[in-house]
């Protein structure tokens, strides 16, 4: 079976800080992704990567970075936290062509205070 | 812009009835359309993934159907059980394929299935 793990189910930041949430991935996929999920609003892309080192922009990519270097491993930086960056955070992950099924992490709830 | 849009928002069903649920999208073209599942605080699950060249798709009491040219899909679930509670979102991916390719999810329908 496919597994992606996102290192934390919840978390809690403090404003301003920076955060890193990091998702690996076992099945040698060539696609990684980072999406948040908000009540009303559905699933919104922030930024994906086909490739290691390579990265593109979402539909909301501002107030995020992200980070691939390896190809198991999409990290996801908050460069500096704000509240209104409270949310879901789930990651997947999809093999070959990008068009192919993405398999999802179980989630990183991010409460900023 | 492609706009995904599911109706009902939630369903409230007795265990054993069978159900579908709708998924319409603006854009009619589309590379495929997956169907997933989430349960509450989860991750999504896929269920069934439609090429568009497809007409449906099935998986045990699952049955996806796609017309592309209307811009609708619909998940027919079979027998429902208290099990299959959860949010259905569908997902489209368009024409193309390539590393430009990004899905665009509907909001879902919350399912309940009463014992």
């Known amino acids: 079976d496919v597994k992606v793990t996102q290192s934390s189910r919840y978390l809690v930041k403090r404003t301003g800080e920076k955060v890193f949430l990091e998702c690996v991935q076992d099945m040698d996929h060539e696609n990684m992704f980072w999406y948040r999920q908000d009540p009303g609003l559905g699933l919104r892309l922030i930024y994906f990567?086909?490739?290691?080192?390579?990265?593109e922009k979402g539909d909301i990519p501002e107030g995020y970075s992200v980070s691939r270097e390896k190809k198991e491993r999409f990290s996801l930086i908050l460069e500096s936290a704000s509240t209104n960056q409270t949310s879901m955070y789930l990651c997947?992950?999809?093999?070959?062509?990008?068009?192919?099924?993405?398999?999802f992490g179980a989630g990183t709830r991010l409460s900023v205070l | 812009k492609q706009e995904v849009t599911q109706i009902p928002a939630a369903l409230s069903v007795p265990e054993g009835e069978n159900l579908v649920l709708n998924c319409s999208f603006t854009d009619s073209a589309i590379y495929n359309l997956q169907w997933f599942r989430q349960d509450p605080g989860k991750g999504l699950t896929s269920l069934l993934l439609i090429q568009s060249s497809q007409r449906e798709q099935t998986s045990g009491r699952l049955n996806a159907s796609l017309d592309k040219s209307s811009g609708r899909s619909t998940l027919y679930i079979a027998a429902s059980q208290p099990g299959d509670s959860a949010t259905y979102l569908c997902?489209?991916?368009?024409?193309?394929?390539?590393?430009?390719?990004?899905?665009?999810f509907g909001k879902g329908t919350l399912l309940t299935v009463n014992p």
């Open positions: 997902a489209v991916g368009p024409m193309g394929g390539g590393s430009n390719y990004k899905l665009t």
């Open positions: 990567s086909y490739d290691v080192k390579m990265k």
């Open positions: 997947a992950s999809s093999r070959g062509p990008a068009k192919n099924i993405q398999y």
